[in-house]
């Protein structure tokens, strides 16, 4: 190999090491924005579940943790820490008023301190009162009523007839009723084969206080029974959740079905 050819060579060689080396620099410079453009995201630190909570739960240091949301998703219900910095440690205690998903955030509604309240003080909604109604399995949709369903309250009454018959009136009094408990169970199954039957001989009402008034009058008037009202929203013809039927005076009932039956005692 002549002199000429290998200096060519080395000449070559010294380019091509020239050429990986700015492919290197080029790249590693690409890079560079992508991080600084990741740390320049503006987001706020949030309170959310560390990990599946029931509701009625009473809330401890492992059922929480913090992380950083983008600003633009935050909702002014989410508990901040930068709007409240000890909310971790604060809300240890405290009651969730519903269910949580593992790493969905705390609302500021949905948690309430008991503040030296029971347990069912801290579920009830702001200005409900807890109501317990007897019942059995035929009162109550065969068992299968389980704690924060929906229901309608109905009362039969039975009146006695000129001819020795008996008229029996079947009223729908109250619509939409949250149920908080029945008989010692206050959580919601959620999980397993088959629906849980649940035999109680009490159910608690979330009423407000008019609701009450109207629930204790028609107890006095015959025998009250539930009825499990459907997942799906309805909005025709009511006031409101867990109320009474619009359109009516206090203490009245609106009836749905009546008969006479003859020949009773």
Excluded: C, K, W
Aim: no cysteine; glycine share 10%.
């Amino acid at each position: 190999m002549s002199a000429r050819q290998l200096i060519v060579l080395v000449v070559a060689a010294i380019a091509a090491i020239g050429a990986l080396l700015l492919i290197r620099g080029m790249g590693g410079s690409d890079s560079a924005p992508e991080v600084t453009d990741a740390a320049a995201i503006a987001g706020e630190q949030v309170l959310v579940a560390a990990r599946d909570v029931p509701q009625g739960a009473a809330l401890t240091p492992s059922d929480l943790a913090v992380v950083l949301f983008p600003s633009d998703s935050v909702s002014p219900s989410f508990v901040r820490l930068s709007a409240q910095p000890s909310a971790q440690a604060d809300l240890v205690g405290a009651v969730t008023r519903r269910a949580f998903a593992q790493g969905e955030p705390i609302t500021t509604g949905a948690v309430v301190q008991p503040e030296g309240r029971g347990f069912m003080a801290a579920q009830l909604a702001p200005g409900y009162r807890a109501v317990s109604l007897e019942i059995d399995a035929q009162t109550a949709a065969g068992g299968y009523i389980q704690p924060n369903d929906r229901v309608d309250v109905l009362v039969t009454t039975r009146i006695d007839t000129p001819d020795g018959g008996e008229q029996v009136n079947s009223n729908i009094i109250l619509e939409d009723v949250r149920v908080l408990a029945l008989g010692e169970t206050t959580q919601t199954q959620t999980s397993g084969e088959a629906p849980q039957v649940i035999q109680a001989a009490v159910a608690v009402l979330e009423l407000t206080a008019e609701d009450s008034r109207v629930l204790a009058l028609a107890n006095e008037m015959g025998d009250l029974s539930l009825a499990l009202r459907g997942v799906q929203i309805e909005t025709v013809g009511m006031a409101r959740p867990g109320g009474r039927i619009p359109a009516q005076q206090s203490g009245s009932v609106r009836v749905h079905a009546f008969g006479t039956v003859t020949g009773g005692n």
